[in-house]
Nanobody
Framework: VQLQASGGGLVPPGNSLRLSCALS?????????LAWFRQAPGKEREWVSS????????YYANSVKGRFTISRDNAKNTVSLEMNSLKTGDTAVYYC????????????????????WGQGTQVTVSS
C-alpha cells in the first residue's frame, strides 16, 4: 500500500487549502480507517483528524475542529483534508495515514495505530 499526499503550499492566515492523499495497492478502501497527522518544526507529530471505515464517524483534534473537514472517496481511493481559516500555528508537514479495519476510538489519535503512511506535504501559513 502506498500513499501520496499533495496540495500543500504557502498561504496567508485566514486562507484555505485542500490536501489530498491518493492510495494505491488497496482493495476496498472502505475497509480502511484513514487519518491526517502533522509535524511542525521542532515538535512531535500530532494527530489532526480521522475517518473510520465502513461509514464510520469523523473525528478532529480540538485545535482544528470547526475549521478542517476530512472526507474520503472510496471509488477514487483518496482521502482529503479541507482546511479553512488557516492560522500560523497550522504550519507543518502534513501526513496521511491508513490502516485496514476499524480501530477502537481511543486509538485513532495514536500514530502507532496506522500501518501505512504517505511522504508528507508542506503547509506554510504566513503573511
Amino acid at each position: 500500500v502506498q500513499l501520496q499526499a499533495s496540495g500543500g503550499g504557502l498561504v496567508p492566515p485566514g486562507n484555505s487549502l485542500r490536501l489530498s492523499c491518493a492510495l494505491s495497492g488497496v482493495n476496498n478502501l472502505d475497509y480502511h480507517a484513514l487519518a491526517w497527522f502533522r509535524q511542525a518544526p521542532g515538535k512531535e507529530r500530532e494527530w489532526v483528524s480521522s475517518i473510520r471505515s465502513s461509514g464510520g464517524g469523523k473525528y478532529y483534534a480540538n485545535s482544528v475542529k470547526g475549521r478542517f473537514t476530512i472526507s474520503r472517496d472510496n471509488a477514487k481511493n483518496t482521502v482529503s483534508l479541507e482546511m479553512n481559516s488557516l492560522k500560523t500555528g497550522d504550519t507543518a508537514v502534513y501526513y496521511c495515514a491508513a490502516v485496514r479495519g476499524n480501530p477502537v476510538l481511543s486509538s485513532l489519535w495514536q500514530s502507532s495505530t496506522y500501518a501505512y503512511w504517505g511522504q508528507g506535504t508542506q503547509v506554510t501559513v504566513s503573511s
